[in-house]
């Protein structure tokens, strides 16, 4: 495109540095953006990526002391099993089976009975998933791998439970969020002055010094206050509950915000009117930087011109002075690469 | 109980538009967008990316009302470009920047697991 690219962050996007790798963790630095981008990775990470997790429970016995609601609300928080969930499983509401099914459910037993002197745990590890299903394994993570506690149960009292997992994302229910914690913080030494520490004396020696504060340069002494700096830096820890790889977590939170733009871009150029719109944005952007003639269009090129106007006609109003820039642009194609209104992925 | 369900924050009724736009008579080359069952996370990624653009005048966004899913953004741009075109640019400048992020994300951690094998669990 024009010469308007660069104004972008100045050299080539977002930097990652990654501190720190395992099973549920992925800590990185990631520099050279802005807030809004990072904040926006943290938001989306918590609360859009969609994960399994048992949504109905079908009470057959329960003569444990836990009411059937308080144990129901226990079995929802068990993380389960659900890399690739997007290519395994449908959400519900999309699903063209009345209840639910195999491609947008899974399903679990529970089937617990003491019968000894001895009280019996149960434990997430005595789900037992569906013959068959791809996912929706409880996440045992812990040293002696029986999972998480659900209930307890003395001499002749029993479970028997049938749970319905469903896909769905945390901003319905915190139980399906991927990340147990997502840590984020820039500007460890306070250069920018974005927080005010409350102090006795002085705030210095009383506040301890941040986990980052090592990764940037301490202020020098009597350092003036920068008042144009922002900041670029971030410090990132995703904590994942097991259900998911938190690189898998990571990336699937860039493509779901890049769905959203995706369907922002399809959404604005709707607004300009059958169409019309990615004519008119590309043709404006592309078109008239060229011809020079001015932005005169906008006000009217929505319902007063429909797209095939300005394919064949395009003379109206303004003459025909545009044909050069107008007859490149299909209704999408008039962007840098053309690639991305065109069916992004 | 008579709250309303969480879906809705994120699923569009029938009949409901992603975006709406209403032009500015008052300004020129202004627009108010209003974005359906979105929030923070889209409105102020647009609106920091649209502020880097330099024909744009005026970018700002606000959620009118906290229980409502929707946002308003407004985008007042020179007469070089118009509003709807600013904000296709700057959907597919983050859009571009976020596959980079993707791909020096992915080329680090597998660098990471190639240097700490056995780290990587499960």
């Known amino acids: ?71 129901s ?18 959400y519900t509401r999309d699903c063209d089976c009345d209840g639910y099914c195999e491609r947008c459910s899974v399903v679990l037993t529970l089937v617990a009975k003491c019968t000894g002197d001895q009280n019996v745990t149960v434990y997430a590890r005595d789900l037992a998933v ?35 997992a469903k896909k769905g994302i945390a901003k319905e229910h915190a139980k399906w969020q991927p990340c147990a914690a997502v840590s984020f913080e820039y500007d460890p030494h306070n250069k920018l002055k974005h927080v005010d520490y409350w102090y006795e004396t002085d705030a210095k020696t009383e506040w301890p010094k941040s986990a980052n ?26 904590e994942t509950v097991g259900s998911l790889q938190p690189d898998e977590v990571l990336r699937q939170g860039i493509k779901y915000l890049q769905e959203k733009l995706a369907t922002v871009i399809a959404g604005v150029n709707k607004t300009a009117g059958a169409g019309a719109g990615g004519a008119n944005g590309g043709g ?58 065109n069916g992004w992925p | ?32 967008f209003t974005f359906n069952k979105e929030d923070h996370t889209l409105g102020n990624l647009l609106r920091a990316q649209l502020l880097k653009d330099p024909k744009v005048l005026f970018a700002g966004y606000k959620i009118p009302h906290p229980l409502f899913p929707n946002f308003e953004l407004r985008v007042q741009t020179t007469d070089e470009t118009n509003p709807r075109a600013a904000v296709v640019k700057a959907s597919q400048e ?25 780290k990587e669990g499960i």
């Not at chain 2, 709250?3 to 202004?30: H, S």
């Not at chain 2, 920047?97 to 990471?112: G, H, P, S, V, Y």
């Open chain 1, 130 to 164: 569906a013959a068959g299903a791809q996912l929706g394994n409880p996440v045992l993570s812990d040293e002696a791998g029986k999972g998480s506690i659900i209930c307890k149960l003395r001499k002749g009292q029993e479970l028997n439970l049938k749970c319905i």
């Open chain 2, 94 to 118: 983050l859009i571009k920047d976020l596959t980079i992020f993707r791909n020096n994300f992915t080329r680090e951690w597998e660098l990471k697991k190639m240097i700490e094998p056995g």
């Open chain 2, 1 to 32: 109980m008579n709250a309303p369900d969480r879906f809705e924050l994120f699923i569009m009724q029938d009949g409901e538009e992603k975006v709406t736009a209403v032009d500015e008579t008052r300004v020129p080359n202004c627009v108010t």
């Open chain 1, 1 to 71: 495109m024009d010469g308007f690219d660069m104004m972008d962050s100045g050299t080539d996007g977002p930097i990652v540095t990654i501190r720190k790798a395992d099973a549920m963790h992925a800590d990185f630095v990631l520099s050279n953006v802005d807030l809004a981008f990072a904040n926006s990775i943290r938001r989306i990470i918590l609360a859009e990526v969609p994960t399994l997790a048992i949504d109905l429970v079908e009470v057959i016995a329960n003569s444990s002391v836990l009411p059937d609601e308080l144990l």
């Open chain 1, 73 to 90: 609300h226990r079995l929802g928080l068990i993380p389960l099993e659900s890399s690739n969930i997007d290519e395994k499983m449908l």
């Open chain 1, 284 to 341: 404006d952007v592309n078109g008239m930087d060229q011809d020079g003639y001015g932005g005169a269009r906008s006000p009217d090129m929505g319902d007063a011109n429909g797209y095939r106007n300005f394919n064949d006609g395009y003379v109206t109003p303004y003459g025909g002075a545009g044909g050069g820039g107008a007859g490149a642009q299909t209704p999408f194609g008039g962007y840098g690469g053309g690639g991305y209104s």
């Open chain 1, 213 to 238: 504060a090592p990764w940037e340069e301490p202020p020098a002494e009597n350092e003036p206050f920068d008042f144009s700096a922002v900041p670029t830096k971030f410090y990132i820890d995703v």
